[in-house]
């Protein structure tokens, strides 16, 4: 567990300075002893008194060699001392020491989850998955490679993260990756993303894999990597854009689902599968099940595999059969009166 604290710098630089302190013990041991001809105790406490700069008197009268070498000790030893304390100080009093706690505390998290998400990458489209996650409760861990980002983003958020390179199988393993039911890679370079769907595909060859893609040639070394879905964030953009003047009222719409245009009542949607659906409304009529009048809500579409694809506004006839997977159109309160009415799914 303790080699996650080596990715945290002020961590390190508290190892660095507790060995500055050791090593230059061990310099004024061997120094007194060779010089002065000191025993070990007598040289361990001559070293100790100079190091803490207390002041006793020296075991034996120094002589020019001794008085010499004290002199560049004591010198050393001020500029050791400062940034030990220092550095100490930092550790303690700014906060880094609940850090090591909380590291610990989400690693102990990070090896009891089953299921989970796993995103690659804090960026801005790793943070915009992180945050949706967290509103839809899914359990999800973060890998990062950036300490600066881990202590500005992962851990004031209180995210869970292992920090290292995604790429590498231990750290993907350190993850969860067998145990996870997902993974969203969201790394600048193609490439990376390339090598974890490659790496994550091999160590769970039943996870779904969404990958980021910057350009399109990369977009089919994804899919045969093992990828699932790729998304392309610019274009997405540029398109968005583009339908702002084309198709100003659908995309205000499509706002108004995803929570991106600042309104105060949002409206939402939900999926809900036949496993999730309680066995008294199963292999019933969506007529019968008359979810408009009991909660608000609006079944809009509904999909099957076999059916390959969606049924949008299915008719009342439609039964909801095995396999089946519900799209519910609705605001907050009507999609939580659905999930209590109809589902096994905690509101």
Same mark, same amino acid.
């Given at each position: 567990?303790?080699?996650?604290?080596?990715?945290?710098?002020?961590?390190?630089?508290?190892?660095?300075?507790?060995?500055?302190?050791?090593?230059?013990?061990?310099?004024?041991?061997?120094?007194?002893?060779?010089?002065?001809?000191?025993?070990?105790?007598?040289?361990?406490?001559?070293?100790?008194?100079?190091?803490?700069?207390?002041?006793?008197?020296?075991?034996?009268?120094?002589?020019?060699?001794?008085?010499?070498?004290?002199?560049?000790?004591?010198?050393?030893?001020?500029?050791?001392?400062?940034?030990?304390?220092?550095?100490?100080?930092?550790?303690?009093?700014?906060?880094?020491?609940?850090?090591?706690?909380?590291?610990?505390? /989400?690693? =102990? !998290?990070?090896?009891?989850?089953?299921?989970?998400?796993? $995103?690659?990458?804090?960026?801005?489209? &790793? *943070?915009?998955?992180?945050?949706?996650?967290?509103?839809?409760?899914?359990?999800?861990?973060?890998?990062?490679?950036?300490?600066?980002?881990?202590?500005?983003?992962?851990?004031?958020?209180?995210?869970?993260?292992?920090?290292?390179?995604?790429?590498?199988?231990?750290?993907?393993?350190?993850?969860?990756?067998?145990?996870?039911?997902?993974?969203?890679?969201?790394?600048?370079?193609?490439?990376?993303?390339?090598?974890?769907?490659?790496?994550?595909?091999?160590?769970?060859?039943?996870?779904?894999?969404?990958?980021?893609?910057?350009?399109?040639? /990369?977009? =089919? !070394?994804?899919?045969?990597?093992?990828?699932?879905?790729? $998304?392309?964030?610019?274009?997405?953009? &540029? *398109?968005?854009?583009?339908?702002?003047?084309?198709?100003?009222?659908?995309?205000?719409?499509?706002?108004?689902?995803?929570?991106?245009?600042?309104?105060?009542?949002?409206?939402?949607?939900?999926?809900?599968?036949?496993?999730?659906?309680?066995?008294?409304?199963?292999?019933?009529?969506?007529?019968?099940?008359?979810?408009?009048?009991?909660?608000?809500?609006?079944?809009?579409?509904?999909?099957?595999?076999?059916?390959?694809?969606?049924?949008?506004?299915?008719?009342?006839?439609?039964?909801?059969?095995?396999?089946?997977?519900?799209?519910?159109?609705?605001? =907050?309160?009507?999609?939580?009166?659905?999930?209590?009415?109809?589902?096994?799914?905690?509101?």
């Amino acid at each position: 567990m303790l080699k996650e604290f080596f990715y945290n710098k002020n961590f390190r630089r508290l190892i660095y300075a507790i060995l500055l302190l050791f090593l230059s013990l061990l310099v004024g041991c061997a120094g007194y002893c060779f010089i002065e001809g000191y025993s070990l105790l007598e040289a361990f406490y001559m070293s100790m008194l100079t190091m803490s700069t207390v002041g006793f008197n020296e075991v034996r009268q120094l002589s020019q060699a001794g008085q010499l070498f004290t002199s560049l000790y004591i010198l050393a030893n001020i500029i050791i001392f400062a940034y030990a304390v220092s550095v100490i100080a930092t550790f303690i009093f700014e906060g880094e020491l609940q850090k090591i706690f909380k590291t610990i505390i /989400s690693d =102990k !998290k990070v090896r009891e989850l089953e299921n989970h998400i796993i $995103v690659c990458g804090l960026g801005r489209n &790793g *943070l915009k998955a992180c945050e949706e996650l967290r509103r839809s409760d899914q359990p999800f861990v973060i890998i990062e490679n950036d300490e600066d980002i881990v202590d500005r983003v992962a851990v004031p958020e209180n995210f869970p993260c292992v920090p290292g390179d995604a790429t590498s199988d231990e750290v993907l393993k350190s993850a969860g990756i067998e145990k996870a039911k997902c993974i969203i890679t969201t790394l600048s370079k193609d490439a990376d993303n390339v090598f974890i769907s490659l790496t994550a595909r091999e160590l769970n060859p039943s996870i779904y894999i969404i990958s980021r893609s910057s350009e399109e040639s /990369s977009e =089919k !070394k994804l899919l045969r990597a093992g990828a699932d879905r790729v $998304v392309m964030p610019d274009a997405l953009g &540029g *398109l968005h854009m583009a339908q702002l003047v084309t198709k100003p009222y659908v995309i205000e719409f499509l706002d108004l689902l995803s929570g991106v245009g600042g309104y105060t009542e949002k409206l939402m949607l939900e999926e809900v599968g036949y496993h999730n659906v309680l066995h008294s409304y199963r292999d019933k009529s969506i007529s019968e099940l008359d979810v408009r009048k009991n909660t608000g809500a609006t079944i809009i579409a509904i999909t099957d595999r076999s059916r390959n694809g969606f049924q949008f506004n299915p008719s009342g006839s439609t039964r909801i059969t095995e396999g089946v997977v519900l799209i519910i159109l609705g605001k =907050k309160g009507e999609i939580d009166g659905f999930r209590k009415h109809y589902t096994n799914i905690s509101v």
